[in-house]
């Protein structure tokens, strides 16, 4: 059973940055894309950076020009590199993915959840 496993979460003052990583437990054929989503207390899980299988990239408007997303193919691993960072942008990241396993199935992923905390 692939997991996606996620590090990088912490504490920061307003204005800080932080980098989250995330990475599949276990070998898979292909990855269709992974991304970043986040949820606040009472709030939506929202989508807030996507990359694809070719590079390509969409964020969200509200962190588009702070944050930013990028892959390590030879790894399997996704970045979400996040600067200049809000109290509002207190919340639990998860890091979303849809891999194809070796039995050439799509399936989406999700990770477990790592807080991000932006307090003075």
């Known amino acids: 059973q692939v997991q996606l496993v996620e590090s990088g979460g912490g504490s920061v003052q307003p204005g800080g940055s932080l980098r989250l990583s995330c990475t599949p437990s276990?070998?898979?054929?292909?990855?269709?894309?992974m991304g970043w989503y986040r949820q606040a207390p009472g709030k939506q899980r929202e989508l807030l950076a996507r990359?694809?299988?070719?590079?390509?990239?969409n964020y969200a408007d509200s962190v588009k020009g702070r944050f930013t997303i990028s892959r390590d193919n030879a790894k399997n691993t996704v970045y979400l590199q996040m600067n200049s960072l809000k109290p509002e942008d207190t919340a639990v990241y998860y890091c979303?993915?849809?891999?194809?396993?070796?039995?050439?199935?799509?399936?989406?992923?999700w990770g477990q959840g790592t807080q991000v905390t932006v307090s003075s």
């Open positions: 276990a070998s898979i054929f292909n990855i269709n894309y």
């Open positions: 990359i694809t299988n070719g590079g390509m990239t």
């Open positions: 979303n993915a849809v891999l194809q396993g070796s039995d050439y199935v799509s399936r989406n992923y």
